[in-house]
């Protein structure tokens, strides 16, 4: 069974990962953990801990139990007590971090218990803070600071050197392909590629390095980003080795959705500009699908041309 390395964070890697699970794939997904805005935020305050709500997503994605558990950990306290704003997950991961003695256990406990199809790492077992430098000399504190700015990034970085989980470098030295999933370009993706060990790991891996493409730009983050724009970002993070097959949409998006993103949420289509990537193999196809007025990935088809790609690498055969 081939076995894969998924970085990201947020909604992007959740999702990417609903479709990975169909597939007879050996799934290790990388969580950036240094969101800190909600309930995440208050529980690492408390208990000094890193951030659990992108774990919860990821986890919850990978569950092969009852849709009514995935539901339980994503449940949102809505009281006038202390409890308001808070998920079950992110209560329940940070309970069993402190019974176990270490998150790692915590999650992996729980792993069991939901029958998780791969297994759920922590960038860092650390409590780090991610630092923005906004292109106007602004610097930024904290992830929730940094997506909330309405400022443009020109760079992020940890406030301190964190030391990358050693079950993270392990699993990316045992890889068949790296895939860095859609997801918030400088909040979640380029968090797991900061630091020394995670990228000489990376250049030393066997694996070749597979991006995800988003399908709309995020006002602050990659507005009027192409295509292109997204790798060059993410390859100005990565060592020798570069991104070498990029995944991205070629379907179109209804005129009123784009209308109405670009109207309420400063996201436009980011654009295929295919003359521009040459140097990469490109796998494209349709994968747009519009769920309750909002963009979504068709996780199925984009998981199946990931797994293709697998198979046909295998075979060397030309996807």
Do not use: W
Request: hydrophobic share 40%; net charge positive; with cysteine.
């Amino acid at each position: 069974m081939k076995k894969i390395i998924v970085l990201g964070g947020g909604t992007g890697l959740s999702t990417l990962l609903r479709g990975l699970k169909l597939f007879p794939i050996d799934i290790n997904a990388v969580v950036s953990v240094c969101d800190d805005g909600k309930s995440t935020g208050r529980l690492r305050e408390e208990f000094n801990t890193f951030a659990v709500g992108d774990m919860r997503r990821v986890i919850a994605a990978l569950s092969e139990t009852e849709p009514l558990f995935e539901e339980l950990l994503n449940y949102r306290f809505t009281t006038t007590s202390d409890l308001n704003g808070h998920t079950v997950g992110n209560l329940l991961l940070t309970a069993l971090a402190n019974i176990t003695g270490n998150m790692q256990e915590g999650i992996e406990t729980i792993g069991k218990v939901l029958k998780l199809k791969g297994k759920v790492l922590p960038f860092t077992l650390e409590n780090p803070i991610l630092i923005g430098k906004m292109t106007d000399g602004t610097i930024v504190k904290g992830e929730h600071n940094i997506t909330e700015s309405n400022k443009t990034i020109d760079d992020v970085y940890y406030e301190k050197e964190v030391k990358v989980n050693p079950s993270v470098i392990k699993a990316i030295k045992s890889a068949d392909l790296i895939i860095l999933s859609m997801g918030s370009l400088y909040t979640s993706i380029v968090p797991n590629l900061l630091g020394k060990e995670i990228i000489d790991a990376i250049d030393k891996s066997k694996a070749k390095i597979m991006y995800v493409c988003n399908m709309v730009t995020q006002p602050g983050e990659t507005d009027d980003y192409k295509v292109s724009d997204h790798i060059k970002a993410l390859n100005k993070y990565l060592g020798k080795k570069k991104i070498e097959i990029v995944v991205a949409n070629s379907g179109n998006i209804p005129k009123r959705i784009l209308n109405k993103y670009a109207t309420e949420e400063q996201k436009d289509k980011v654009v295929l500009d295919k003359n521009n990537l040459k140097d990469v193999k490109l796998i494209t196809n349709n994968y747009v699908t519009i769920e309750n007025g909002v963009i979504r990935h068709r996780v199925d088809k984009l998981a199946l041309d990931i797994y293709g790609y697998i198979l046909n690498q295998d075979d060397k055969k030309v996807f």
